[in-house]
């Protein structure tokens, strides 16, 4: 039983100002070793210079972030020998890792029993460079955000996720920066910097967007009080050009950054999922459906970078040349 109304702890929670509330930030990016073209997850040498250039970029921010691995992406031919160095740069930098599935699996198109054949895959290169330095695989996170669309399916991942020893990472806060990176990636092929810029821009506004509504969501949720957040994140060029001034961003806005495990520490975290749909959304939209609340999603990437996503990257100029809605 809630002792105030929903409505009330909202107006609780807009009234805080940012220097009142304790915000915390844990920082993760999914689809390790690079979101990039096929011919690139071929090549050594590509993706050692793009990584290299990731790892470089997040160095001075101290943003003690997870990167979730889709080992299978690599391809066979070079995997054995290229992943292991790939990964490794992450961690020399200090910074974890985590299982995301060897071939980014959608449960909705398979079984429980080849999803978790999947996550075992994904997991034997991760866990011998997390352990040459003495650290052990444990986190996991869901392609997708996907858990199961069924009852059956939901508890039988979750079982043998837990069989497996590995610790669930949520995720609170989601902004579509992979809608933004595919259109990011289509115009540095056609080499357009300028349509490049406006992305990245339109990016970081977006992230404030989507700040303005899950920091009073979530407060809704705890009572007035913001929990400590998770971000999800893509290893892309978008990030690794613009990943800065989100980070500025959620400095701006009273964040400091912390290691994934020092914020499921947070009470929140403990909150009852009971959220069963084929749909992969935030963990506040879970806890809210769990607590019978109705829920409100946040806002869309705007209505050109949506069009540019489906669209050719020939399409790209035309389409960027329009109203930015």
């Known amino acids: 039983m809630k002792s105030l109304p929903l409505s009330l702890l909202a107006a609780v929670a807009l009234a805080l100002p940012a220097a009142a509330q304790d915000r915390r930030l844990a920082v993760t990016f999914d689809d390790l070793p690079y979101q990039t073209d096929a011919a690139a997850l071929c090549d050594p040498a590509a993706l050692t210079a793009m990584t290299k250039a990731f790892v470089a970029m997040l160095a001075p921010l101290d943003t003690h972030a997870v990167a979730f691995v889709n080992e299978g992406k690599v391809c066979v031919a070079v995997r054995a020998e290229t992943l292991p160095k790939l990964l490794d740069l992450w961690l020399a930098a200090g910074l974890d890792l985590g299982n995301h599935t060897a071939h980014h699996i959608d449960i909705h198109q398979t079984t429980a029993e080849a999803y978790l054949a999947d996550v075992d895959a994904g997991a034997p290169i991760t866990r011998a460079a997390l352990r040459a330095r003495g650290r052990r695989l444990h986190w996991f996170r869901h392609p997708y955000l996907f858990t199961g669309e069924t009852p059956a399916k939901h508890d039988a991942i979750a079982a043998g996720l837990a069989a497996r020893g590995y610790d669930i990472a949520p995720v609170t806060i989601d902004n579509n920066d992979w809608m933004f990176a595919d259109v990011y990636r289509k115009a540095e092929t056609l080499g357009d910097a300028d349509l490049m810029r406006r992305v990245g821009q339109a990016y970081v506004?977006?992230?404030?967007?989507?700040?303005?509504?899950?920091?009073?969501?979530?407060?809704?949720?705890?009572?007035?009080?913001?929990?400590?957040?998770?971000?999800?994140?893509?290893?892309?060029?978008?990030?690794?050009?613009?990943?800065?001034?989100?980070?500025?961003?959620?400095?701006?806005?009273?964040?400091?950054?912390?290691?994934?495990?020092?914020?499921?520490?947070?009470?929140?975290?403990?909150?009852?999922?009971?959220?069963?749909?084929?749909?992969?959304?935030?963990?506040?939209?879970?806890?809210?459906?769990?607590?019978?609340?109705?829920i409100r999603w946040e806002p869309a990437p705007p209505g050109w970078i949506k069009a540019a996503y489906a669209a050719p990257a020939a399409d790209l100029p035309a389409l960027a040349a329009g109203p930015e809605t």
């Open 205 to 294: 506004a977006h992230m404030a967007t989507v700040l303005d509504h899950f920091e009073p969501y979530s407060a809704e949720i705890t009572g007035g009080r913001e929990p400590a957040q998770v971000l999800l994140l893509h290893a892309n060029s978008l990030n690794r050009d613009w990943y800065p001034q989100v980070h500025a961003l959620f400095l701006a806005r009273g964040y400091r950054f912390e290691p994934l495990e020092t914020v499921l520490q947070d009470p929140i975290y403990d909150h009852a999922d009971a959220y069963v749909r084929a749909k992969g959304v935030s963990w506040l939209h879970r806890w809210r459906a769990t607590d019978g609340e109705t």
